[in-house]
């Protein structure tokens, strides 16, 4: 073994394995700018706690915007506990590449495409049991082997807390911005504190803050009634200096939805919960107003692949 090392032989060996490394990378970085490109506005739904609803907030505002005409992508990343198929009802598998090399997304809709772990998976029942640099390879291949299109905007669902997700996303997506999902109780809002300074210290803007659970919706009466408390997330948005959102109370509709495949703060149910989450993705629209215009048709790329924008027809 000396011998081979001393003949230079594995010096030479890491340098080749070094240099195809780099190339890979920039090759990633390449496509992932490319993809981010043709998406106007990145959306993370994020939260410091655990259990307040990120997921349900998430596939609800993706299908809510896209239910007003807008072209959607939703993107889950809480990888461990990817939720978003089961809560669409969507159980199709992984498909080959497309002539772009790329890899189809989901389609719910003609105006929302998912992109989730479990779509990968030969039994969605299997854990996930991955360290930091699988993960992160993992989300920013969500971007760049994805066939995303022209959108204008892409949902993202992430874990609880600030780890190797978001902090991924603030890395490779510089211009996604937060919105910051909690419950009323103290308890919740201390974490959701530690999300709102994670977005300072990574220089990532929020849209939001969305007080989800906000009392209960009695199914008899259809009055709702304070559990949780309530206006914990409107007094820690005005602490900060952030956009309330609004808030969302609980409705059994919302378990049964989401366990149905049928989401149900999106679809058009006379309810107090569905008419509050209207009022949330309206204020979304209106927090980025004038970035927003209807995305046109993909017709595909004449590049075929990256995009070169002296010679592009796209």
């Given at each position: 073994m000396s011998s081979k090392c001393s003949s230079g032989s594995c010096g030479s060996k890491s340098e080749t394995c070094g240099s195809a490394k780099k190339a890979s990378v920039a090759q990633q970085e390449t496509a992932i700018q490319s993809s981010l490109s043709k998406i106007k506005n990145k959306i993370l739904v994020m939260s410091g706690k655990g259990g307040v609803g990120k997921s349900t907030v998430s596939t609800n505002l993706a299908l809510g915007l896209a239910n007003r005409g807008y072209k959607v992508g939703l993107m889950d990343v809480d990888l461990h506990g990817p939720d978003i198929c089961r809560m669409l009802n969507l159980t199709?598998?992984?498909?080959?590449?497309?002539?772009k090399?790329?890899?189809?997304?989901?389609?719910?809709?003609?105006?929302?495409?998912?992109?989730s772990?479990?779509?990968?998976?030969?039994?969605?029942?299997?854990?996930?049991?991955?360290?930091?640099?699988?993960?992160?390879?993992?989300?920013?291949?969500?971007?760049?082997?994805?066939?995303?299109?022209?959108?204008?905007?892409?949902?993202?669902?992430?874990p609880p807390g600030t780890g190797d997700e978001p902090l991924t996303i603030s890395s490779t997506i510089k211009d996604a911005q937060a919105v910051v999902v909690t419950t009323p109780q103290e308890v919740a809002l201390a974490d959701v504190r530690k999300s709102i300074n994670?977005?300072?210290?990574?220089?990532?803007?929020?849209?939001?803050?969305?007080?989800?659970?906000?009392?209960?919706?009695?199914?008899?009466?259809?009055?709702?009634?304070?559990?949780?408390?309530?206006?914990?997330?409107?007094?820690?948005?005005?602490e900060f200096?952030?956009?309330?959102?609004?808030?969302?109370?609980?409705?059994?509709?919302?378990?049964m939805g989401g366990d149905s495949g049928q989401p149900y703060l999106s679809s058009d149910a006379d309810s107090p919960a569905v008419k509050a989450f209207e009022e949330v993705v309206t204020n979304v629209e209106k927090a980025m107003a004038g970035k927003i215009?209807?995305?046109?048709?993909?017709?595909?790329?004449?590049?075929?692949?990256?995009?070169?924008p002296d010679t592009c027809d796209c």
């Open positions: 199709e598998n992984l498909r080959q590449t497309n002539s090399g790329l890899v189809p997304p989901m389609a719910y809709s003609d105006n929302l495409k998912v992109i772990l479990e779509y990968m998976m030969e039994n969605r029942d299997d854990p996930i049991i991955w360290r930091g640099p699988l993960k992160i390879q993992a989300i920013r291949q969500f971007i760049s082997d994805i066939d995303w299109g022209v959108l204008d905007y892409l949902v993202i669902d992430s994670f977005c300072k210290h990574v220089k990532m803007k929020i849209v939001g803050v969305v007080e989800n659970m906000s009392g209960l919706v009695c199914p008899h009466c259809r009055e709702v009634i304070d559990v949780f408390k309530s206006g914990g997330g409107e007094r820690t948005a005005k200096g952030l956009k309330f959102l609004g808030r969302i109370p609980i409705d059994p509709q919302v378990v215009t209807l995305a046109p048709v993909d017709a595909g790329c004449g590049c075929g692949g990256v995009c070169n």
